[in-house]
């Protein structure tokens, strides 16, 4: 179809219509998930084998349209495929599986039992997402659109109601009204200070200078974290239109997306997004005939975590080093180029358009008092359905862990989540029951972040998890202010010696001094929060740092030499596995007898414990001072 | 103007200040590493932090930069900043521990020997207080070294660590380093910035052949300066002064009013 370059909101009506019209029709519609989670799986192939299924079928004159999509969340099973009509939910997909499915599925009208959802706990199959719990436990508000349209296709958009809010905005509001409506929503920022949107946009509005400008942050960092991504990747245009209605609310004439280089698939599509935005005229001089004008430009990041701080971020727009400043003067009044500017997260501004198009007081009716809407969370660790969920603010941590992820696999206990990112902190599984709220998690010590939800289970020890993080933190500070670079490398250099077994009497307590420093000393928010992964940890597994430092015994034997292995001779068969295996013949006995394991010599590499089939070697509490003379003899031997 | 009070004394100064130059001007000590008073204000040492307390919100904040504002209240000697002053110092003490300036300062807040190792590699004691860093650009406009490198990678540097073209040879690195780290080496007619290795042409006192500063830093004064004062440039400091005293020697009319003016010792 010819670009059609819309000059009036009635433009955009029709274009509606007509986009609409022709995807309403009663075609089978083949919609595979061209995201960067299924691509990785093999989505790509899966995609080249459907194309030339669909050329074979043409001959036959079947009309199959086969439509890439984003996102669908269950990114554990992917490649995902979904057939309409019929709503059928293909995952695991092949290329080998695309003929069956064209010819089964396609013609025949059947259903490939072995292609569809199995529920791990009942072995129920199941075919369409509306009957599975990971899809009807959620509330997809701002996902609304994944899975249904092209994210490189503007028509897509508008055929579901796209760029509906902006022509509204433009037409029916003033400034001060979308703002207005925005408050009214009670919409706090994504990304995870969780500060109202509409005081921010307010600010921005008053304050002195010229011109304005708005940034979009798509410079997601956090390990485990990809709602940003899959966002930008599923629905830029959501994005952009939200950006444009805050522009309009701002009174500002340019706008930018920052987008980190490690996602070039968001880069791309965003980018795409920006040139049929202004091809249609919905970018760019004199809006929909309106008189508004706004230019968006992408601007990509050089993977820096730091760059996801907002000074940080302007600092390297304008072409200097990522490393923040101090806010004394916020960003609204002094950011980019020393004007006014209005920095949102990419979640921020893809629920605009749906505030504006439903109202204020619809989406203030889903959440919670202090939180509302819904949030965006990527469930990451261990758990079963690994993916992208979207829920109502105010439901359960464990209803997200264990109603929507499916729980813990290999029949492992929950031990704790982690929000929050590096800044967020670690929540006890007695505290589960928390509602998602901005200021709840903050009351336990952990924060929402932008979202990424790590699961752990009882073999993940928490003294690691902190080691971690703050490994992370000290490899991404900038290195500007004394406080971030020298404290999260010292709080590293105490973990490490921990979780070696190293550790010393006082050395929580030096932890928690350094966690002082860090939050009253550091520049900007990566040091100040650098203290949560540690202060969350110690706060509810005080007592498994006291058994490294103490007993030098790692009680979820994760920390390698902290816990010994030991035969269990009731299990053992005597099949000699462990003994091959062992470098350091610790091992000994006669086949089909149970054998035994010289402490002495043990050097605990854990070889015997993965050669084991039996369940025979057990991990447990060493004697204090093995590991020493083992070590001791193997260096001499 | 803006009324401040610092630890209970108030003092009106211009809204355009900030906390630490208030606290000057109410005669209270702040301790600085990254400060200077012709640089931009930075905030990386993190030493000059002080309670800052506007419309009932107390925070902590870093007074170098920290703008002023009607009825500010700012506090220095809190238990929060000194533990969070001290802490600070420590973390930079363990970083250099072998610097003498440093080791004064630290003591002067109480600070002896740090709790914590040297976990972090300082060339040359440099505590990356980027003042070297500030006045090589926005002082001289020349950005012959920058920060390089991240987080604790972090060093001062020229351009691919090779001897820095752009460098003029005047010294103000050197002078401006609050811990030594940089020194301005005179050998075979060249000066060395040292740690940098870059060297340059060296100029000499026309009257002691004593060493002045780099050539090409001369070259672009002399560009700049009326050529009366430009002369002024070809001899040394120490000439300088002994020049300017033969002249007061010679004018009795000075003698007499430097000997009015001046106090006799023990008054």
């Known amino acids: 179809m010819s670009v059609e370059h819309l000059t009036c909101p009635e433009d955009l009506a029709r274009l509606r219509l007509q986009s609409a019209r022709q995807t309403a029709e009663d075609t089978v519609t083949i919609a595979v998930c061209m995201d960067t989670c299924c691509c990785a799986k093999g989505a790509e192939d899966v995609w080249s084998a459907f194309e030339t299924a669909i050329g074979i079928a043409a001959e036959r004159g079947l009309h199959i349209e086969l439509k890439r999509t984003a996102c669908h969340g269950l990114c554990e099973r992917g490649p995902l495929v979904i057939i309409a009509p019929g709503d059928i939910l293909y995952q695991n997909v092949k290329p080998e599986n695309v003929t069956q499915i064209v010819e089964e599925t396609v013609v025949g009208g059947r259903v490939l039992e072995s292609l569809i959802y199995e529920d791990p706990e009942t072995g129920k199959k199941t075919a369409s997402p509306s009957e599975i719990p990971f899809y009807t436990k959620q509330m997809r508000l701002v996902l609304r659109h994944n899975g249904a349209i092209d994210p490189e296709s503007i028509d897509d958009y508008v055929a579901v109601g796209g760029y509906d809010a902006l022509a509204k905005v433009l037409t029916e509001m003033t400034p001060e009204q979308v703002i207005a409506e925005v408050e009214t929503s009670g919409l706090r920022g994504r990304g995870g200070g969780g500060f109202p949107t509409a005081r921010k946009w307010r600010s921005c509005r008053a304050a002195e200078g010229s011109p304005r400008y708005i940034i979009c942050n798509g410079d997601e960092g956090d390990p485990g974290a990809f709602m940003d991504r899959s966002i930008m990747e599923a629905n830029p245009h959501a994005v952009i239109e939200g950006m444009i209605i805050g522009a309009y609310a701002i009174g500002s004439p340019q706008g930018f997306v920052y987008v980190r280089n490690e996602y070039p698939l968001a880069v791309r599509r965003v980018r795409k997004a920006i040139e049929d935005a202004h091809e249609h005229g919905l970018l760019g001089d004199n809006i929909l005939g309106t008189g508004f004008d706004l230019d968006i430009t992408i601007n990509r990041g050089a993977g820096a975590f730091v760059c996801g701080e907002s000074t940080a971020l302007m600092a390297s727009l304008e072409g200097h080093p990522g490393e923040p400043r101090a806010k004394y003067v916020h960003t609204v009044e002094v950011g980019l180029h020393g004007k006014p500017t209005c920095l949102n997260n990419v979640e921020t501004w893809a629920n605009v358009p749906a505030i504006i198009s439903r109202g204020g007081k619809w989406f203030a009716s889903i959440g919670t008092e202090g939180s509302k809407g819904t949030k965006v969370f990527s469930l990451a660790g261990k758990i079963r359905n690994t993916g992208l969920v979207e829920v109502p603010m105010g439901m359960t941590l464990r209803e997200i862990v264990c109603g929507i992820g499916g729980g813990i696999p290999d029949g492992k206990r929950l031990k704790a989540v982690q929000t929050g990112g590096p800044s967020g902190g670690c929540i006890p599984e007695h505290l589960l029951d928390t509602p998602v709220d901005f200021d709840q998690l903050y009351d336990l010590g952990s924060m929402m972040g932008s979202g990424g939800l790590i699961v752990m289970d009882e073999d993940t020890c928490m003294v690691n998890v902190a080691r971690y993080f703050l490994t992370f933190l000290r490899e991404e500070s900038c290195g500007k202010c004394t406080a971030c670079r020298e404290g999260t490398a010292q709080m590293c250099d105490i973990l490490n010696r921990i979780c070696a077994g190293e550790g010393r009497e006082g050395d929580v307590e030096l932890l928690l001094d350094l966690c002082q420093i860090l939050e009253d000393a550091a520049l900007c928010a990566l040091g100040t929060s650098a203290a949560n992964p540690v202060r969350s940890t110690t706060r509810y597994f005080r007592d498994e740092y006291d058994q490294h430092i103490r007993d030098h015994y790692c009680p979820a034997h994760d920390c390698r030499g902290l816990f010994s292995y030991e035969i269990v001779v009731e299990e053992c068969r005597g099949c000699g596995a462990c003994l091959k295996e062992c470098p350091v013949e610790a091992i000994s006995g006669e086949k089909r007898k149970p054998h035994a394991l010289d402490q002495s010599l043990c050097v605990r590499c854990g070889a015997c414990f993965d050669a084991c089939s039996f369940s025979a070697i057990a991990r447990v509490k060493p004697r204090v001072g093995s590991i020493a003379s083992a070590a001791v003899q193997v260096e001499g031997s | ?267």
Do not use: W
């Not at chain 2, 007074?63 to 420590?90: H, N, Q, W």
């Not at chain 2, 440099?126 to 020349?142: F, R, T």
């Open chain 2, 1 to 267: 103007m803006a009324t401040v009070t610092i630890d209970g004394r108030k003092v009106e100064i211009g809204e355009d200040r900030t906390a630490l130059e208030a606290a000057h001007a109410a005669g209270v000590e702040i301790p600085t590493l990254c400060y200077h008073p012709a640089i931009d204000p930075y905030g990386a040492c993190r030493l000059c932090l002080v309670e800052a307390t506007l419309r009932g919100r107390t925070r902590m904040v870093t007074s170098c930069c920290y703008p002023v504002r009607e009825g500010l209240e700012i506090a220095t000697d809190t238990e929060r900043v000194k533990v969070a002053r001290r802490g600070v110092m420590e973390l930079l003490l363990a970083r250099a521990p072998q610097s003498e300036s440093l080791r004064e300062l630290a003591a002067g807040m109480g600070v002896r020997e740090p709790r914590f190792p040297t976990v972090t590699r300082a060339d040359h004691d440099c505590i990356l207080c980027g003042l070297c860093v500030s006045v090589c650009s926005e002082v001289m406009g020349v950005a012959a070294i920058s920060f390089a490198s991240r987080g604790v990678e972090r060093v001062v540097a020229t351009p691919f660590l090779k001897p820095a073209d752009s460098c003029v040879g005047c010294g103000a690195c050197a002078a401006v380093c609050p811990v030594g780290a940089i020194h301005l080496q005179g050998t075979d007619g060249q000066v060395e910035v040292s740690p940098f290795n870059t060297r340059l042409p060296m100029t000499r006192c026309e009257e002691c052949n004593a060493p002045i500063t780099g050539l090409p830093f001369r070259e672009r004064l002399e560009k700049e300066l009326r050529p009366e004062l430009a002369g002024a440039l070809r001899i040394c400091d120490s000439c300088k002064r002994s020049r300017a005293a033969a002249v007061v020697k010679k004018s009795s009319h000075l003698n007499r009013l430097a000997a009015v003016s001046t106090p006799a010792k023990g008054e």
